[in-house]
C-alpha cells in the first residue's frame, strides 16, 4: 500500500482533472489544431506565467515568435511531455 498526504494527493487530482479537461477541449475544440498560444501551453502544463519564461529563456521547449505573441507546436509539447514522464513500478 502507498500513503500519500491529503494535501499531495488533491494537487495531484487537481493537475489530472485539468489535464483531462485541456485533452477534452482540444478534441471537442478544434481537433486538428496544430500550434498552442502561451496561455493554452501555460494552462496545459499547469505552470505560471514565470515558469513559462523560464523554460523559454532555457530553451526547454521549442517556440515560435511572431510579434509579441508566442506559439508552440502540438509535436514539440507533445515530446516535452514525453521527454519528462516518470513510468510507473511494477
Given at each position: 500500500?502507498?500513503?500519500?498526504?491529503?494535501?499531495?494527493?488533491?494537487?495531484?487530482?487537481?493537475?489530472?482533472?485539468?489535464?483531462?479537461?485541456?485533452?477534452?477541449?482540444?478534441?471537442?475544440?478544434?481537433?486538428?489544431?496544430?500550434?498552442?498560444?502561451?496561455?493554452?501551453?501555460?494552462?496545459?502544463?499547469?505552470?505560471?506565467?514565470?515558469?513559462?519564461?523560464?523554460?523559454?529563456?532555457?530553451r526547454l521547449?521549442?517556440?515560435?515568435?511572431?510579434?509579441?505573441?508566442?506559439?508552440?507546436?502540438?509535436?514539440?509539447?507533445?515530446?516535452?511531455?514525453?521527454?519528462?514522464?516518470?513510468?510507473?513500478?511494477?
Amino acid at each position: 500500500m502507498l500513503m500519500i498526504p491529503q494535501e499531495e494527493w488533491q494537487s495531484l487530482h487537481d493537475k489530472l482533472d485539468r489535464l483531462i479537461a485541456m485533452v477534452e477541449k482540444t478534441r471537442t475544440g478544434n481537433p486538428g489544431k496544430d500550434w498552442f498560444e502561451s496561455d493554452e501551453v501555460r494552462e496545459i502544463l499547469g505552470i505560471s506565467p514565470k515558469t513559462w519564461q523560464n523554460y523559454r529563456d532555457q530553451r526547454l521547449i521549442p517556440f515560435s515568435q511572431i510579434g509579441r505573441k508566442i506559439y508552440v507546436s502540438r509535436a514539440d509539447l507533445d515530446a516535452f511531455l514525453r521527454s519528462h514522464r516518470i513510468d510507473s513500478r511494477k
